[in-house]
């Protein structure tokens, strides 16, 4: 389960200060996944980075009681001047799997012959979404975080295979996903929030979420 309490956020811009999020309190249950709308600008990317621990609040507690994914296409937590070889063992130890296997499982998916064995400093971006992505597929996880916002991979090869793995995985895991448009959700979810002016107003339905959202553009 992943809960927020009473969760507050917010940033400087320089000229004012842009609340992200205001007392926010609610839950995702294991089973029950949630898709939040919310228009751009208004911190989509920010909850998925909290919820993923990579954004601490303000205020208030965020409380992981399962295994939750870093976001699909989130670029950091591997090392430029290190191998996709070496990051994919060192993240395999830092969550207690098999190294063989999560590197076997990368350099199959990826499929970029002799660049698995040189630094990520010299992928393109292309190439550094695929090991990314690959990477968050080799591991597992309970809660998976997509963010529609994050780098998208254009391989359409590579597409294909992952994502239907992705949609295997998903048949039986929850997931979270944020974005600005009803029609990504529906793929996913059943329930739906909606992020506006700070606050989060979440929905048995994502009918009533749309219903808001739209009355609200």
């Not at 409380?63 to 296409?73: A, E, H, K, V």
């Not at 993240?91 to 190294?99: E, H, K, M, Q, T």
Request: net charge neutral.
């Amino acid at each position: 389960m992943l809960v927020f309490e009473d969760v507050s956020k917010s940033f400087w811009t320089g000229t004012q200060r842009k609340v992200i999020l205001d007392r926010a309190s609610f839950r995702v249950e294991l089973g029950n996944s949630l898709g939040i709308l919310a228009p751009n600008g208004t911190g989509k990317t920010t909850l998925i980075r909290m919820m993923a621990g990579l954004e601490k609040p303000d205020e208030g507690e965020i409380r992981r009681s399962c295994r939750i994914s870093f976001p699909l296409g989130f670029m950091g937590g591997v090392v430029g001047k290190h191998s996709a070889t070496e990051n994919a063992r060192f993240i395999a130890r830092l969550y207690g799997l098999d190294p063989d296997y999560v590197e076997a499982f990368c350099r199959w998916l990826c499929d970029i012959d002799e660049y698995f064995d040189r630094p990520l400093s010299t992928y393109s971006s292309g190439m550094r979404a695929r090991f990314n992505f690959a990477l968050l597929l080799a591991l597992d996880f309970d809660i998976y975080l997509i963010d529609e916002g994050m780098p998208a991979v254009t391989d359409a090869e590579f597409n294909r295979k992952a994502g239907g793995i992705l949609a295997e995985r998903l048949v039986d895991r929850t997931v979270v996903i944020v974005s600005h448009q009803a029609a990504t959700l529906e793929k996913f979810c059943k329930q739906a929030a909606v992020l506006r002016n700070g606050r989060l107003y979440v929905f048995d339905t994502l009918e009533e979420a749309k219903a808001l959202y739209d009355y609200t553009a």
